[in-house]
Nanobody, 123 residues
Framework: QVQLVESGGGLVQAGGSLRLSCAASGNIFSIGAMDWYRQAPEKQRELVSTITSGGSTNYADSVKGRFTISRDNAKNTVYLQMNSLKPEDTAVYYC?????????????????WGQGTQVTVSS
């Protein structure tokens, strides 16, 4: 079984910084794209940032220049460095990943999600 576990959320004042981590564990063959999503109260979940296995990145317009995604493939971990935080960044942040499993001579890819970590930015 594969688990994604986020950490690093918390309460911070506007203008502050937080660093989220998400570690994948289990019988993993490889990991493709890893993403960070967020969901604010009464809003739809939105994609914040993506990083491919090769290190290419994409960001939502609302976080460009403030957030940086990175990954450590040796640790199966993805990070989200969040700087210059704003109250509108308040949300539950989820990591997600395309995980390839190897079983019975075959490789199969599945999308897994973490349980989420709360980020609250006070004004």
């Amino acid at each position: 079984q594969v688990q994604l576990v986020e950490s690093g959320g918390g309460l911070v004042q506007a203008g502050g910084s937080l660093r989220l981590s998400c570690a994948a564990s289990g019988n993993i063959f490889s990991i493709g794209a890893m993403d960070w999503y967020r969901q604010a109260p009464e809003k739809q979940r939105e994609l914040v940032s993506t990083i491919t296995s090769g290190g290419s990145t994409n960001y939502a317009d609302s976080v460009k220049g403030r957030f940086t995604i990175s990954r450590d493939n040796a640790k199966n971990t993805v990070y989200l460095q969040m700087n210059s935080l704003k109250p509108e960044d308040t949300a539950v942040y989820y990591c997600s990943a395309d995980v390839v499993l190897y079983s019975d001579g075959a490789r199969r890819a599945y999308r897994y999600w973490g349980q989420g970590t709360q980020v609250t930015v006070s004004s």
